[in-house]
C-alpha cells in the first residue's frame, strides 16, 4: 500500500532543470536508495519528498495519518538544548499522547461514569500503541549508545563537533519511528562498526518506508529493494540494490546504444532517398519525409563524461615501510594516553591496507606520523629509500583557493613521465572540460575540489600512497573509478575510510584500531575482515568469564583549568569562523565580479579572505579536538 507519492515533480534553480517531470510511489516497508551524480539533483528531491522544499510544478501526497521524518545533511538543531532533549524531540507524539492518556485517566477518577471520557482514554491508550507502546523512554539511551554518543548525552548541542551533532538528528529520526523515513547521507561521520548497526536496524527492526540517499554502496547492496538514479533531470528506477542497479543500467545503455545506432542507420538510408526523390511530392513521400525528421529531431540523452584515473608509478623496489614498537600519543595531549602501542608493521610493494575504527582512535594520527609531521612516541619508523609519498587529507587543505584548477594541476604533471603529459588532456580524465579548468578551486564544489585534489596526488608519481576518508564528497561513478585505479595500483597503499565497499574491492589486509592502543592487522579484504571479527566475538561470548578482575587502568588526568576553559568557548569561535567563511563565500557569488565574462581584481582578495577564513575554521577545529581527546 502506497504511503508516498510524487507526481509530476518538476524543479529548476534558473536555466538548469534537476527534475523535469519525475514520479514516484513509495510502499509501506519498502527500502529506496538514490544514487546520481553530484549536482544531479539527489538531495533536492529528497528535501521535496520530505516537505521541506516545494516543487516548481507537481504534486507531493501523503497517506493520511503518515508521519514523514527527515535527516538533512547539515543536522538542524537548538545549540542551547542538551543531547537528551534533543533527541526526544522525535518522541514528541508519543510524549503528547501519553499526556493526554494521562490527563483523561485522572478525568475519570473524578468522574467515573462519563462515558464519553472512556471511549477518549481509549482512543489515546491506541494511539500510544501505534506510536510504539507505553515505555519508549529507554530507547534513547540505547539509540546512543549505538551511535557512539551517550557519553555527551547531557551536554548542549551547541558544544559538540558536527559529527556529534550528525549523530544526534541522525538519532532523533530513529527514535521517532516514523512511517517514513527520508535520509540524506546518513553514514556521513559514522564508522564502519556503527554503519554495520544502521544497516541491521533498518532491515531487521524498522517496519516504516526509508528513502536513502547515500554514496555508500556496500549499505545500498544490503538495504535497497529498489534503486532510483536522478540523472539529466530524470529519475530511471532498478529492481534490487547496488549491484543489480550496475547491471541493469548497462543493459539499460547497452539497449540504448543500439537504438541510437539503428536511428542513425536509418536517418542514412532516408537522406539518401531524399537526395534521390524530386521536388514534387506525393502523400506518401510526404509521410516518409516525416518520419525521417521525426527520427532527427529525436533528443538522445548522452552519458556524462566518465571519469578515468591514471598514473604512473616509480619503482619503490621491495621494502616500502617498516614500523618496529611504535607508539603513538594524543597529538600536543599530556595525559599518557596512547593511540597506538608497540605496533609492528612491514609493507611491502603492492600491499593495500585498509585502516578502521571507531573515530578518534588515531587512524589519521597514524598517516600524519608516516609522513613525518608528528613524531613516534616510542618505536622506530623506516621509510624505504625510493618511496615517494603521496597523502590526501580529509580537508583537500593542499588546494590553493586562489589557483584555476589548470594552475592547480599543471605545477604536478611534468613529474608524470619523461614525455610530458598535457595538463589539459590529463584534467579532462578526471571531468574537467576546457570551461571547468578555468574555474578557481575556491568557486568548486565538495565534489569537483575532491576530484581536483585526486588529480594532483596522481600527478605526482606517487609509490606510496596515504589516503584519508577518499571517498568524502565523491560520487557513485568517481568512487568506482577511484576503485578501479587502486585496484590495480603498481605502489602500496594505506586508506582510512568507513567505506565498506571501497575497502571490499581493494584491500589486501585491515589495520582495525582496537583502543587501548592495541592495533590488529587481518589478512584480507573487508568480507574476510568481517568474518574474522564476528568468529572472535563468537569465541568471546563463549569463553568462561575470568575469575580474577582485571586491574583497572589509571585514568588520564584530564584537561587544565585553562584549558577546559578554552574547551567551553571553542565551539563559539568555530561557529563564527564558520559563519565568517560562510559569508565571505557568498561574495564570491555576486555576479557583479564577473560581468561580461571577466573576473573583476576584487574576487582576488575576496578568495585570500576565504582561504584565512577557512584555514582558522580547521585550526580552531583541530584544537577542539585535541583538546576533547585529552578529556578524562
Known amino acids: 500500500m502506497s504511503v508516498l507519492a510524487a507526481l509530476d515533480v518538476t524543479k529548476a534553480y534558473g536555466e538548469r532543470t534537476l527534475l523535469a517531470g519525475v514520479s514516484l ?18 538531495s533536492t528531491f529528497a528535501k521535496i519528498l520530505a516537505g521541506v522544499e516545494s516543487a516548481d510544478t507537481g504534486s507531493i501526497a501523503t497517506r493520511r495519518g ?18 537528551r532533549a534533543s533527541v526526544e524531540e522525535g518522541l514528541a507524539e508519543w510524549l503528547a499522547a501519553r499526556s493526554r492518556h494521562e490527563a483523561v485517566t485522572e478525568r475519570i477518577a473524578e468522574d467515573p461514569s462519563a462515558a464519553a471520557l472512556l471511549e477518549e482514554q481509549l482512543a489515546a491508550a491506541a494511539e500510544v500503541e501505534r506510536l510504539g507502546g507505553w515505555d519508549r523512554s529507554h530507547e534513547v539511551d540505547r539509540v546512543l549508545g549505538h551511535l557512539g554518543i551517550l557519553d555527551v548525552i547531557d551536554r548542549t548541542t551547541g558544544t559538540l563537533s558536527g559529527g556529534q551533532r550528525r549523530r544526534v538528528a541522525l538519532a532523533r529520526v530513529l527514535i521517532g519511528a516514523p512511517d517514513v523515513m527520508i535520509l540524506d547521507e546518513p553514514t556521513n561521520h559514522l564508522d564502519a562498526d556503527t554503519i554495520d548497526w544502521l544497516e541491521r536496524y533498518l532491515v531487521d527492526a524498522f517496519r516504516g518506508a526509508v528513502l536513502l540517499v547515500t554514496h555508500d554502496r556496500w549499505l545500498l547492496d544490503r538495504v535497497a529493494d529498489r534503486t532510483l538514479e536522478v540523472e539529466g533531470g530524470n529519475v530511471h528506477a532498478y529492481d534490487g540494490g547496488y549491484a543489480d542497479y550496475l547491471a541493469a543500467k548497462a543493459e539499460r545503455l547497452a539497449l540504448q546504444e543500439r537504438t541510437e545506432k539503428n536511428r542513425q542507420n536509418f536517418l542514412r538510408t532516408e537522406l539518401e532517398w531524399l537526395r534521390r526523390q524530386p521536388k514534387a511530392r506525393t502523400g506518401k513521400q510526404k509521410a516518409r519525409i516525416g518520419r525521417a525528421e521525426a527520427a532527427r529531431d529525436v533528443e538522445v540523452t548522452r552519458e556524462a563524461t566518465r571519469v578515468e ?21 594524543v597529538p600536543g595531549g599530556d595525559d599518557g594516553r596512547w593511540l597506538v602501542r608497540g605496533l609492528d608493521l612491514a609493507m611491502t610493494t603492492g600491499d593495500r591496507l585498509g585502516i578502521v575504527g571507531p573515530n578518534g ?20 619508523l623506516i621509510v624505504g629509500r625510493r618511496v615517494r609519498v603521496g597523502y590526501l587529507d580529509q580537508q583537500r587543505a593542499a588546494l590553493e583557493a586562489d589557483a584555476s584548477v589548470f594552475e592547480t594541476v599543471a605545477q604536478a604533471v611534468p613529474s608524470v613521465d619523461k614525455e610530458r603529459i598535457d595538463p589539459r588532456s590529463y584534467l579532462e580524465r578526471f571531468a574537467f572540460d576546457a570551461h571547468a579548468q578555468k574555474k578557481k578551486v575556491a568557486a568548486l564544489s565538495g565534489g569537483e575540489r575532491a576530484r581536483l585534489a585526486l588529480a594532483r596526488l596522481l600527478a605526482s608519481a606517487a609509490n606510496l600512497l596515504l589516503l584519508d576518508e577518499p571517498s568524502n564528497d565523491l560520487d557513485t561513478d568517481t568512487l568506482s573509478a577511484l576503485e578501479d585505479f587502486l585496484s590495480t595500483y603498481e605502489g602500496s597503499l594505506l586508506v582510512v575510510t568507513h567505506d565498506r565497499y571501497l575497502l571490499d574491492r581493494v584491500t589486501t589486509g585491515i589495520l582495525c584500531f582496537e583502543g587501548d592502543g592495541r592495533v590488529t592487522r587481518y589478512a584480507g579484504a573487508y ?3 568481517a568474518a ?27 584537561l587544565s583549568k585553562n584549558e577546559q576553559r578554552e574547551l567551553d568557548g571553542i565551539m563559539d569561535k568555530i561557529d563564527e569562523a564558520e559563519r565568517s567563511a560562510a559569508a565571505v563565500e557568498a561574495e564570491l557569488g555576486d555576479p557583479a565580479l564577473y560581468a561580461g565574462g571577466v573576473e573583476d581584481a576584487r574576487a582576488s582578495a575576496i578568495r585570500a579572505r576565504l582561504d584565512e577564513a577557512r584555514a582558522l575554521a580547521a585550526k580552531l577545529t583541530a584544537r577542539w579536538e585535541e583538546l576533547e581527546s585529552k578529556k578524562a
Not at 584515473?309 to 600519543?329: F, N
Not at 566475538?537 to 584530564?558: D, I, M, V
Request: proline content about 7%; hydrophobic content about 35%; glycine content about 12%.
Open 25 to 42: 510511489t513509495l510502499d509501506d516497508g519498502e527500502r529506496v536508495g538514490v544514487v546520481g551524480r553530484n549536482g544531479a539533483g539527489k
Open 527 to 529: 568480507q574476510a575482515y
Open 309 to 329: 584515473l591514471s598514473a604512473q608509478v616509480a619503482d619503490a623496489g621491495r621494502a616500502v615501510l617498516d614500523l618496529r614498537g611504535a607508539g603513538l600519543r
Open 532 to 558: 574474522a571479527r564476528a568468529r572472535e566475538e563468537e569465541e568471546r561470548a563463549q569463553a568462561p568469564k575470568a575469575s580474577k578482575p582485571r586491574a583497572e587502568r589509571p585514568k588520564p588526568a584530564g
Open 361 to 380: 582512535a588515531g587512524k589519521t594520527t597514524l598517516l600524519r606520523a608516516i609522513l613525518g609531521e608528528l613524531p613516534l612516541a616510542e618505536g622506530e
Open 66 to 83: 503518515a508521519r514523514v521524518s527527515y535527516l538533512a545533511q547539515e543536522p538542524d538543531l537548538d545549540p542551547a538544548r542538551t543531547v
